[in-house]
């Protein structure tokens, strides 16, 4: 496959933007080789600056539920588009999407609209904070959620040791108040908790993870967490950016029957739009300036061209359940394809999938927090990667991520994959 276009704008782009990109994970750093350039997308399919053709499973990380270029979306913002980018002024359809999101996610009474995930799990720890008059917050290892300083920590080592920043320019000040626990372990949240008596604000967690690859809750989990925050009186944020409008038209928490006290969004909520939003419980939302003491605020927030397009792509979701189904059935025939091929090249790696998420890990480990996602054979990977780019299935650059299928997807397109799979790791093995 000819990628001299892409290589070529990679080197101009390491000149002007740090490491050629504007989000790290996009320069492939993690598969090695230069990233692919992409200049179009429609429906299953994204085509890159040397015409080249790929099959899309990561459909922009989440958001392109729909495929990419869905005709009502398309039709929604060119209308918006007519009537100027933005007024800085309250409008009507923030008012009708605020309404479609409490009607479709279970633990939202009131939401704020921001422009990112990132800003939404920033905003929302803020207002637990304020709320509860506490300082420290619990997150898990391996989940991410966004780039705010208080989530930049990695696990001590020991669940009940303090944070370390992830990166330079987070302060200590910062890191000691975020608590990190192992994902799926309950008795290591409880000892945080007890050892942190009436200190912790918000216990905040992705109720699947999309960030370590795909990690499903273990039964009783997040009933568990539920439990203990109604005990402690804990704000628990279920950090929905990725698993929201995706596992279910009200996300992982009608998935899952467990209500939140506060949820974030972002991703599918923008129809490719960049929108997230926080919301939950109309007494702790009103804590949020104007109506409380609580400050956030966001020249672009509610952006009418950004809200019409997330309008028209919720809209959509909300009349059509039958896309969850669609996509359940198409992420259990990958899954099963998957596996088949495993069984017959003698391999036992591990696929983990729910509805439209899944990750093929390169161990023979169940797949349960970071750790076990960590004994992945992440070399292998990155061959594996190229394999399948070369037979022209766009995945994410990363054993760490969940790859995202949309309704674009067909039965034929779904062989293809189940196909390139197969004979992309017959080639990487051999
Ligand atoms: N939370 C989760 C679970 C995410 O997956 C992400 C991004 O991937 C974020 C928050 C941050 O969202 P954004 O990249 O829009 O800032």
């Given at each position: 496959m000819n990628r001299t276009a892409s290589q070529a704008l990679f080197e101009r782009a390491q000149h002007f933007i740090p490491g050629g990109v504007n989000s790290p994970v996009r320069a492939f750093r993690a598969v090695g080789g230069s990233p692919v350039f992409i200049k179009s997308a429609k429906g299953a399919y994204v085509y890159d600056e040397d015409g080249n053709e790929y099959i899309e499973l990561i459909n922009s990380w989440g958001p392109m539920i729909l495929g990419h270029g869905h005709e009502l979306i398309h039709e929604a913002v060119a209308e918006a588009a007519?009537?100027?980018f933005?007024?800085?002024?309250?409008?009507?359809?923030?008012?009708?999407?605020?309404?479609?999101?409490?009607?479709?996610?279970?633990?939202?009474?009131?939401?704020?609209?921001?422009?990112?995930?990132?800003?939404?799990?920033m905003s929302a720890i803020r207002v637990?904070?304020?709320?509860?008059?506490?300082?420290?917050?619990?997150?898990?290892?391996?989940?991410?959620?966004?780039?705010?300083?208080?989530?930049l920590i990695a696990a001590g080592s020991g669940a009940a040791t303090?944070?370390?920043?992830?990166?330079?320019?987070?302060?200590?000040?910062?890191?000691?108040?975020?608590?990190?626990?192992?994902?799926?372990?309950?008795?290591?949240?409880?000892?945080?908790?007890d050892a942190n008596k009436n200190h912790i604000a918000a216990l905040i967690l992705e109720p699947v993870v999309g960030n370590m690859g795909c990690v499903l809750p273990e039964p009783g989990f997040l009933q568990g967490l539920r439990k203990l925050c109604d005990e402690e009186g804990i704000v628990l944020i279920f950090d929905e950016v990725?698993?929201?409008?995706?596992?279910?038209?009200?996300?992982?928490?009608?998935?899952?029957?467990?209500?939140?006290?506060?949820?974030?969004?972002?991703?599918i909520i923008g129809g490719g739009m960049p929108v997230g939003a926080y919301g939950?419980?109309?007494?702790?939302?009103?804590?949020?300036?104007?109506?409380?003491?609580?400050?956030?605020?966001?020249?672009?927030?509610?952006?009418?061209?950004?809200?019409?397009?997330?309008?028209?792509?919720?809209?959509?979701?909300?009349?059509?359940?039958?896309?969850?189904?669609?996509?359940?059935?198409?992420?259990?025939?990958?899954?099963?394809?998957?596996?088949?091929?495993?069984?017959?090249?003698?391999l036992d790696y591990t696929v983990n999938q729910i509805g439209s998420m899944y990750t093929l890990f390169f161990t023979n480990q169940t797949v349960k927090d970071f750790p076990s996602a960590k004994t992945s054979d992440l070399v292998l990977f990155g061959k594996y990667f190229h394999a399948m780019l070369n037979r022209g299935i766009y995945l994410g650059p990363s054993q760490f991520e969940s790859m995202f299928l949309s309704t674009a997807l067909t039965?034929?397109?779904?062989?293809?994959?189940?196909?390139?799979?197969?004979?992309?790791?017959?080639?990487?093995?051999?």
């Open positions: 007519q009537h100027s933005s007024f800085g002024a309250p409008t009507r359809r923030e008012v009708e999407v605020a309404e479609l999101i409490v009607s479709m996610v279970p633990s939202v009474e009131k939401v704020r609209m921001v422009n990112s995930g990132t800003e939404a799990t637990a904070r304020g709320f509860t008059g506490r300082d420290k917050i619990i997150k898990f290892e391996g989940c991410y959620h966004g780039h705010g300083d208080s989530f303090f944070g370390q920043p992830d990166s330079p320019g987070v302060t200590r000040g910062v890191a000691n108040d975020t608590l990190t626990a192992p994902y799926n372990d309950l008795e290591a949240v409880r000892q945080l908790v990725m698993t929201g409008f995706r596992l279910a038209r009200g996300g992982a928490q009608e998935r899952f029957g467990i209500t939140p006290d506060m949820t974030t969004m972002g991703k939950g419980k109309a007494e702790i939302m009103n804590w949020v300036s104007p109506a409380g003491p609580v400050y956030q605020a966001g020249t672009l927030s509610g952006n009418p061209i950004a809200m019409a397009a997330g309008q028209a792509m919720l809209q959509y979701l909300n009349a059509h359940p039958e896309v969850y189904s669609q996509l359940e059935t198409a992420g259990s025939k990958l899954a099963a394809g998957f596996n088949k091929s495993l069984q017959k090249l003698g039965d034929k397109h779904l062989d293809l994959i189940i196909a390139a799979n197969e004979d992309a790791l017959s080639e990487v093995l051999s």
